[in-house]
């Protein structure tokens, strides 16, 4: 459903993604895992084009869009590729001067022009779904992070995306409220819902994810089944991850958290 | 009655009817082209094209740099050389609203960068287009930061009208120019003038608070101290 074909973002002379290409069906979760600065963020920035790619070609669902180097796309373009996608981001970026509902009400508003009755309604199912309909009339400020994160995924569930795109969506917070987090999302994975997530959090990882991808410096080290490349990844390099993972994890548990 | 006071009260009716005919309505104006000229100037040095935004970057360093009387004087008695013959209130109106274009072009274009990045790509990530995310997003935010030195100026421009007074703008201060001129009796009817001024900017002061509490109210900052 979601296609990347030879994708390259260089930052300047910095090469940051090389010539990746990868797959997700539809109905797939998939975790993006690797250490920091290895391009997790910046790939999945490239599916919703908040990143051009320098090169390649990017499909989502129908929408297809091919990048060259100094060739900017048209806003309308990358308007129409970024509307089948949703975004949670590290730092739950809700807008802080919306309500809860109103944050979650925004895209059904303002870009689909629904009415208000309407958009309403279904910003109420969404808050009921990730469990903050009691908050829906709650300021951001006032709510904790993990409560944050949970509207911020209603909001980018708001417009229907065919893909929900999770940049480090737990990283943020203590091991409890990301588990309020994770919660949440791993019942959107059951429910069918398509997510690529970029993410450092092996309980995360392993209880949403049926895919990993093991990425480093700007390449696919290592991909397959999640179970397999968590507990026997081939790649030397990806078992030294992998076991950094596993241990900042018992440490948690074991400070008693 | 001392005379004293009898003097200020047989002159406030002429310095109110200056105030209202000239100085509050020298003032609104003013402020609102010169703040919509500043929202412009802003965008344009923020995303607008390179050779643009140097051509705005010359004109806030100029109307910055250089004194507003001097500016007033220009437009005023300069012009006519070339031409340009202005009646003495819309040369103000002019003088003005420049001057506050090129200050509040600053204080807007600080309040839309100091808004987090995170929050242009949260609105573009729900589809939402540049547009829209300046619109719903940006300035909304923005303007909670823009609010205090916004009415810094305000405040300031409702003192800086009395200026018009040297280009022949029958405003308050000249009114009160004006009656010295027949009393001899600069002390009171100067006080009486700056008492009014006073007035003026102290229910600005007011509204401003008022502005910022409505501002304030999703919370997440500093509570202001009453």
């Known amino acids: 459903m979601i296609e990347l074909s030879h994708i390259e973002k260089r930052f300047g002379d910095n090469l940051v993604l090389n010539d990746i290409s990868l797959g997700f069906r539809e109905g797939s979760v998939t975790a993006l895992v690797g250490p920091s600065g290895g391009g997790k963020s910046t790939l999945l920035r490239c599916i919703n084009l908040l990143e051009i790619p320098t090169t390649g070609r990017v499909q989502v669902g129908e929408t297809a869009l091919e990048f060259a180097p100094d060739v900017k796309p048209a806003a309308s373009a990358i308007q129409s590729l970024r509307r089948q996608t949703g975004m949670v981001f590290q730092n739950f970026q809700l807008f802080p001067h919306r309500t809860a509902i109103e944050n979650v009400m925004e895209s059904l508003v303002v870009v689909l022009r629904q009415p208000k009755e309407q958009a309403r309604a279904h910003a109420m199912a969404l808050l009921e779904k990730v469990g903050m309909a009691h908050k829906a009339d709650a300021w951001p400020a006032t709510l904790s992070g993990g409560q944050q994160q949970r509207v911020a995924i209603a909001r980018a569930l708001a417009p229907s995306p065919r893909v929900l795109l999770c940049d480090e969506p737990t990283s943020a917070l203590d091991p409890e409220l990301a588990g309020e987090v994770v919660e949440v999302l791993s019942q959107l994975a059951r429910e069918g819902t398509t997510m690529v997530i970029a993410t450092h959090d092996l309980r995360l990882a392993s209880t949403t994810a049926e895919e990993a991808i093991f990425l480093e410096a700007g390449v696919v080290v290592e991909k397959g089944p999640a179970r397999k490349l968590f507990s026997a990844p081939e790649r030397e390099r990806t078992k030294r991850f992998v076991a950094t993972l596993v241990q900042s994890r018992g440490e948690q548990a074991g400070s008693g958290i | ?226």
């Open chain 2, 1 to 226: 009655m001392p005379h004293w006071l009898q003097l200020m009260l047989d002159s406030l009716g002429p310095l109110l009817l200056a105030g209202l005919k000239f100085t509050i309505p020298l003032t609104l104006l003013s402020f609102a082209f010169g703040l919509t000229l500043g929202l412009v100037v802003a965008l344009i040095r923020l995303f607008g094209p390179r050779p643009l935004a140097a051509l705005v970057r010359f004109y806030v360093w100029v109307f910055r740099g250089t004194p507003l009387l001097v500016q007033l004087f220009l437009i005023f008695y300069g012009l006519p050389s070339v031409g340009i013959v202005l009646d003495a209130f819309p040369a103000a109106l002019i003088g003005f609203t420049l001057n506050i274009g090129a200050y509040s072009s600053e204080i807007v274009r600080a309040a839309i960068s100091s808004i987090a990045k995170g929050q242009w790509e949260a609105s573009f990530s729900i589809g939402m287009t540049w547009t829209q995310t300046m619109r719903r997003t940006i300035l909304p935010q923005a303007s909670r930061v823009a609010v205090p030195p916004l009415s810094n100026t305000f405040i300031a421009l409702v003192k800086d009208t009395s200026l018009a007074a040297a280009i022949t703008v029958p405003e308050l201060f000249q009114a009160a120019q004006r009656i010295v001129a027949t009393t001899y009796e600069p002390l009171i009817l100067y006080v009486e003038a700056a008492l009014i001024y006073l007035v003026m900017s102290s229910v600005l002061s007011s509204l401003q608070a008022r502005l910022e509490k409505r501002l304030n109210r999703y919370g997440g900052f500093m509570e202001a101290r009453a």
